[in-house]
């Protein structure tokens, strides 16, 4: 399955960036990618379901978007029905996703409710021939599956809590979808399960999940649904050293660790390519210049993008300035 996201005029590009983040990274069959243009919409308060699907239909003409793929946009625009999302009986491709008023019920940033909803709109529309199948499809009692049908948002919660699939629902699945795009499903949908409790603060019961270096030294977190966590070499480098040491480093002291990230950095690149590179990680070990900060940060910002603010300060590189760095994890 693939889906083209398209941003409402009313839609900040930041939540908008991510949700495409957080569905594009748990790695597999389904691909999600977004469309950087924001999209003027009608001036109107309310929204009818024919003026958003009308804009779809225009968008996947005007990108030449294959009939396959699915098409959604954004906006905080409430419509006629005050659906959190819906897609058009007509062409069951395009969809909306209301991407407002979230956080006040649901106390989770707005991106992991829409990316849930996308998910959810994306996989009905394999479990149903008409609209018709969709009512009967939907249950009104909620279960905690993707299919329960809520009607305040705050019910919500719930089903993205389960993050589950009820058999029923899962026997229609399988008619409709390969195992790998099943799986993927579900890693998605439980890397929004645990975003979202660390996001309403609910970490108190769950453990962070260790990291896992893997043979081919991709950094993984395999229990938030196989999550990659993508880096440039560098990052990378600099990041399993620190893995290496749990009591911490010092920024200056990182010139002692030089040969170290030699090592590190030749275990995982092309051979040769050191070369070029040491030049990069002798600046990174030079206490008076910024590239070290600069890299930390962005490692910081990566796994905040990735986890959320909250689950991500276990795993980021962090300490006060002039002070050991470390990664809480490790200890
Ligand atoms: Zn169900």
């Known amino acids: 399955m693939k889906a083209t996201l398209f941003r409402g005029e009313d839609v900040s590009n930041e939540t908008f960036e991510s949700v495409i983040h957080l569905l594009q990274s748990v790695s597999g069959m389904c691909r999600f990618s977004g469309m950087d243009e924001s999209i003027p919409l009608p001036e109107k308060p309310v929204l009818s379901w024919s003026e958003l699907f009308d804009i779809c239909k ?17 906006t905080q625009k409430p419509n006629f029905n005050n659906f959190f999302g819906y897609l058009d009986v007509n062409n069951p ?28 709109l994306m996989i009905q529309k394999q479990m149903v021939n008409n609209e018709k199948e969709l009512v009967n499809l939907l249950h009104r009692e909620p279960i905690g599956c993707v299919n329960d049908y809520c009607q305040n948002k705050k019910d919500v919660i719930l089903k993205m809590r389960t993050a589950d699939i009820c058999p029923t629902c ?30 309403q603060n609910m970490r108190q019961h769950l453990k962070p999940s260790p990291i896992l270096i893997t043979t081919d030294y991709k950094i993984m977190i395999p229990d938030y649904g196989q999550l990659e966590l993508r880096m440039t070499p560098l990052e990378k480098a600099l990041y399993m050293l620190f893995l290496k040491y749990p009591e911490g480093i010092h920024l200056t002291d990182l010139i002692n660790h030089k040969q170290e990230l030699y090592d590190i950095y030749s275990s995982f690149s092309p051979l040769g390519s050191l070369t070029e ?6 600046d990174m070990c030079n206490a008076l210049s910024n590239s070290a900060s600069e890299k930390i940060s962005k490692i910081k910002l990566n796994f905040e993008k990735n986890l959320g603010k909250e689950l991500a300060k276990y795993y980021y590189i962090k300490g006060a300035r002039g002070e050991r760095k470390r990664i809480d994890l490790c200890n």
Not at 100 to 116: K, Q
Request: proline share 6%; glycine share 2%.
């Open 58 to 74: 225009k968008l996947r003409i005007n990108h030449s978007i294959p009939e396959d793929t699915f098409i959604f946009l954004l």
């Open 93 to 120: 491709t395009n969809g909306f996703v209301h991407a407002g008023d979230w956080e006040r019920f649901i106390h989770c940033p707005t991106e992991l409710p829409v990316a849930y909803h996308i998910v959810a």
């Open 170 to 199: 899962m026997e229609r699945l399988t008619l409709k979808l390969s195992p790998p795009v099943i799986n993927h499903i579900f890693e998605i949908l439980e890397s929004l399960r645990i975003k979202m409790l660390f996001a």
């Open 277 to 282: 590179m040491k030049q990069s990680i002798d």
